[in-house]
């Protein structure tokens, strides 16, 4: 289990540093990008990937009943701060840990969704719902902050990474840490594009701040 992960996460975060020339297909209204948009862009689309990759081992973990389980979920917690620190030295600490709070609540419904995987007992459909009213929630706050920032992108890019996740939580019962390619694939590709939602939306509302 212990190299998987390693495997894993080795494996993620070759994908999040894509070259200066790569980031011309984020944004087509830009020719060109400073060290410092490249730097931030590259540096949230890390946070994202690493915390993709915390969240599929502590998926595995849990699914397995692994005594690593809370350990797992302390680190993910961990990776999701990492998130909500990001907006800080912008939107200031009040905001980031508000976004850190909704964050952190997200955690709990996918531990609540697994839980039902893999015991078989619960309403899935009442959890999702709940995850559903979790992503419209870190909408509405997150684009208050910003106006580049559009709510129906963001409240369907965040739903979208909801439900591709969810897709992977059902594989992994019972076969414990099946690796769907084309699966974990797509929901990668779909953590770098909130990603890119972030960075992009963050350096339109602070230009001066990435030169």
């Not at 929901?187 to 030169?211: E, N, R, V, Y």
Request: aromatic share 12%; glycine share 4%; hydrophobic share 45%.
């Amino acid at each position: 289990m212990k190299e998987f992960v390693r495997s894993l996460m080795l494996a993620s975060l070759a994908f999040c540093f894509p070259g200066v020339t790569a980031f011309a297909q984020v944004a087509m209204d830009k020719t060109s990008y400073s060290p410092k948009e490249v730097a931030f862009i590259t540096g949230v689309r890390e946070s994202y990937a690493q915390n993709l990759t915390w969240e599929r081992v502590f998926v595995i973990e849990r699914v397995a009943n692994s005594p690593d389980t809370d350990k797992a979920k302390q680190r993910l917690l961990a990776s999701e701060n990492n998130i909500a620190s990001i907006i800080k030295p912008y939107y200031g600490d009040d905001a980031g840990s508000q976004f850190g709070l909704l964050l952190n609540q997200f955690v709990q419904s996918l531990d609540d969704y697994t839980n039902i995987v893999r015991s078989g007992v619960g309403d899935k459909m009442a959890v999702i719902t709940a995850m559903n009213d979790n992503t419209t929630a870190i909408a509405n706050f997150l684009c208050i902050q910003n106006m580049y920032w559009n709510r129906d992108e963001m409240t369907a890019s965040l739903k979208k990474y909801t439900d591709l996740l969810v897709a992977e939580i059902n594989l992994q019962y019972p076969n414990v840490g099946t690796v769907d390619s084309a699966s974990f694939d797509a929901t990668f590709s779909q953590a770098m594009s909130l990603a890119d939602i972030i960075s992009l939306g963050t350096i339109k509302q602070f230009p001066s701040k990435f030169w």
